[in-house]
Each structure stands twice: as structure tokens, then as C-alpha cells.
């Protein structure tokens, strides 16, 4: 059983930064493909970005693409999201996910979640 558990979210300005992380434990990290997921009130949750097992590859929501970034540190058993430039309608819960092997872009392929750090972008 792989737990997840995500930190760094927080208030931020429009065009600010802020840098999630997601610390797995229970479970062999390095084998895992990880996702980021954001849900805003009154929205379903939404893709936002996915990394492969070796960090070789990754996939993003065109709402976020060249703004953010998604990575990972097998060594920390962490994978990150870097987010720029951050606008008003980046604000909701973000949550880390897990599932082994391949990324992919739906949240119900994802075995393991994290309970999401609120990100709050004011205008």
C-alpha cells in the first residue's frame, strides 16, 4: 500500500510560484507513474500533469503547459510540480496520484491519491 501526502500549497499572488511535493512511502516509489490532479469547487477533478517511472517522460494539460513543470527525485521518493506564472483559475485542491508503470492522463487509473493541498492564486 503506497501513501501519498502532498505539501507547499498555500495563498500566492498572479504570477507568482509555488512548488508542490508529494512524499510517497509503503511502497516502491521508482515504480510508480505519478500524476497531478486539481479539483476546483463546483469542478470535477481535472489532469494536470504525469511523469513516467524514470522521469523520462511526461505529459501536461495544455491549460498549464509551459508553466509548470512536473519532476521527481526517486532517491526522496518525491515527485514535485513547480508552478509559474500561476493565474486566478489555477486555484483548487491539488492532489499527487500514483499507478504502476505508464502515465496516463485519466484519474481512474490511479490506484493511490494523496489527501491535496489547496493552492489559492488571488487576483
Known amino acids: 500500500q503506497v501513501q501519498l501526502v502532498e505539501s507547499g500549497g498555500g495563498l500566492v499572488q498572479a504570477g507568482g510560484s509555488l512548488r508542490l511535493s508529494c512524499a510517497a512511502s509503503?511502497?516502491?516509489?521508482?515504480?510508480?507513474?505519478m500524476g497531478w490532479f486539481r479539483q476546483a469547487p463546483g469542478k470535477e477533478r481535472e489532469f494536470v500533469a504525469t511523469?513516467?517511472?524514470?522521469?523520462?517522460?511526461?505529459y501536461y494539460a495544455d491549460s498549464v503547459k509551459g508553466r509548470f513543470t512536473i519532476s521527481r527525485d526517486n532517491a526522496k521518493n518525491t515527485v514535485y510540480l513547480q508552478m509559474d506564472s500561476l493565474k486566478p483559475e489555477d486555484t483548487a485542491v491539488y492532489y499527487c496520484?500514483?499507478?504502476?508503470?505508464?502515465?496516463?492522463?485519466?484519474?481512474?487509473?490511479?490506484?493511490?491519491w494523496g489527501q491535496g493541498t489547496q493552492v489559492t492564486v488571488s487576483s
Open positions: 496520484a500514483a499507478r504502476l508503470y505508464q502515465p496516463t492522463l485519466n484519474s481512474v487509473d490511479y490506484h493511490y
Open positions: 509503503g511502497g516502491t516509489f521508482s515504480i510508480y507513474a
Open positions: 511523469i513516467n517511472w524514470t522521469g523520462s517522460t511526461t
